[in-house]
């Protein structure tokens, strides 16, 4: 199947029939689907034919159905079952009614501290059970997270996880580092595999967005982004949102550590102090650095708009002098 033939609302897909298409990533399409034999809606998820024919691609979509067989908790999407129609290899999954994470941050963030910290604690509760597996999901982002019927969060899209059968893989139609930028830690960005402590850094910076609104780094482009995930210090959340105590800020501050040996060493630990905030030591405050709010300003849209017009003025200035002269 290539993305010229994806499947239309009708279309039988072996003993599926299709309803929507519901996304279409780097190399498969998900459609929503009807089960003939169960009677159940459910998802599929059909890699594209072309990525089929990447040793790499294919080795993505095989190690997704290795994870879903594996874990089975709340906070991650259910695999049930897998198959091949016409030569062509399926996934299907737990259909979810909800909104992605993205979504609910688009919405409502800044959360409630309260209310960040219930949804993050829901999360590292299932990536600790990913990693009492042995498997390291390294693309956490708030796209691949689920807020279903009673602000469940399901985690999905295993495709970059790292388990104890996987070997080293180059993607032909990705980038050279997993992950996406936001969210990647350091060691990541280095092109390193990552490891339990990776997905920590992701939780924290998740958390870091729910409870600011935005993430601790940012750029115009994602190499800018990636310099200052392997250079910068994340900024105090609780200076951002007053709100914020520095209990949580500690536990936000590290998470996103840059080295790995100074975070969480494990997420049971993290999960530990979600729940016991008021025993969190706060002592890692006094190395994060705490922006001025002149070097705040300076970072902001509205600095370099104005930096942009008075460049321009300058220009103008410039070149009218300079015509002037020759006149």
Same mark, same amino acid.
């Given at each position: 199947?290539?993305?010229?033939?994806?499947?239309? =609302?009708?279309?039988?897909?072996?003993?599926?029939?299709?309803?929507?298409?519901?996304?279409?990533?780097?190399?498969?399409?998900? $459609?929503?689907?009807?089960?003939?034999?169960?009677?159940?809606?459910?998802?599929?998820?059909?890699?594209?034919?072309?990525? =089929?024919?990447?040793?790499?691609? $294919?080795?993505?979509?095989?190690?997704?159905?290795?994870?879903?067989?594996?874990?089975?908790?709340?906070?991650?999407?259910?695999?049930?079952?897998?198959?091949?129609? @016409?030569?062509?290899?399926?996934? +299907?999954?737990?259909?979810?009614?909800?909104?992605?994470?993205?979504?609910? =941050?688009?919405?409502?963030?800044?959360?409630?501290?309260?209310?960040? #910290?219930?949804?993050?604690?829901?999360?590292?509760?299932?990536?600790?059970?990913?990693?009492?597996?042995?498997?390291?999901?390294?693309?956490?982002?708030?796209?691949?997270?689920?807020?279903?019927?009673?602000?469940?969060?399901?985690?999905?899209?295993?495709?970059?996880?790292?388990?104890?059968?996987?070997?080293?893989?180059?993607?032909?139609?990705?980038?050279?580092?997993?992950?996406?930028?936001? $969210?990647?830690?350091?060691?990541?960005?280095?092109?390193?595999?990552?490891? +339990?402590?990776?997905?920590? $850094?992701?939780?924290?910076?998740?958390?870091?967005?729910?409870?600011?609104?935005?993430?601790?780094?940012?750029?115009?482009? @994602?190499?800018?982004?990636?310099?200052?995930?392997?250079?910068?210090?994340?900024?105090?959340?609780?200076? =951002?949102?007053?709100? #914020?105590?520095?209990?949580?800020?500690?536990?936000?501050?590290?998470?996103?550590?840059?080295?790995?040996?100074?975070?969480?060493?494990?997420?049971?630990?993290?999960?530990?102090?979600?729940? @016991?905030?008021?025993?969190?030591? +706060?002592?890692?405050?006094?190395? #994060?650095?705490?922006?001025?709010?002149?070097?705040?300003?300076?970072?902001?849209?509205?600095?370099?708009?104005?930096?942009?017009?008075?460049?321009?003025?300058?220009?103008?200035?410039?070149?009218?002098? +300079?015509?002037?002269?020759?006149?």
């Amino acid at each position: 199947m290539s993305r010229t033939t994806m499947l239309q =609302i009708g279309d039988q897909f072996d003993h599926f029939q299709i309803q929507a298409h519901i996304a279409q990533g780097g190399m498969s399409d998900i $459609y929503r689907a009807f089960d003939m034999l169960t009677s159940k809606e459910v998802v599929l998820k059909i890699p594209d034919k072309l990525s =089929i024919g990447d040793p790499a691609q $294919y080795e993505r979509f095989q190690r997704e159905l290795e994870v879903m067989r594996t874990l089975q908790h709340p906070a991650i999407l259910k695999g049930l079952g897998s198959g091949k129609f @016409n030569s062509t290899p399926y996934l +299907v999954t737990e259909l979810i009614e909800g909104e992605s994470m993205r979504e609910l =941050i688009a919405r409502l963030a800044p959360l409630p501290s309260a209310e960040a #910290v219930s949804l993050i604690r829901k999360i590292a509760d299932g990536i600790a059970h990913c990693h009492d597996h042995q498997i390291i999901h390294r693309d956490l982002k708030p796209e691949n997270i689920l807020i279903a019927a009673g602000g469940q969060p399901v985690v999905l899209d295993f495709g970059l996880a790292l388990t104890k059968k996987a070997f080293r893989v180059t993607y032909a139609n990705l980038s050279s580092t997993a992950g996406t930028p936001d $969210y990647m830690a350091p060691e990541q960005i280095e092109g390193q595999r990552g490891d +339990v402590r990776t997905d920590i $850094y992701a939780v924290g910076t998740m958390l870091f967005e729910l409870l600011a609104g935005r993430t601790p780094f940012s750029g115009d482009t @994602n190499l800018a982004v990636m310099a200052q995930h392997l250079k910068g210090s994340a900024p105090r959340v609780d200076k =951002i949102q007053s709100s #914020v105590s520095p209990q949580l800020a500690a536990v936000v501050a590290r998470c996103l550590q840059r080295e790995p040996e100074d975070r969480y060493k494990d997420m049971h630990a993290l999960v530990h102090d979600l729940d @016991n905030l008021d025993q969190v030591d +706060v002592s890692i405050l006094d190395k #994060v650095s705490t922006p001025s709010p002149l070097k705040a300003f300076l970072r902001t849209p509205v600095f370099k708009t104005i930096g942009s017009t008075l460049m321009l003025i300058l220009v103008i200035i410039v070149l009218a002098f +300079v015509l002037k002269s020759i006149h």
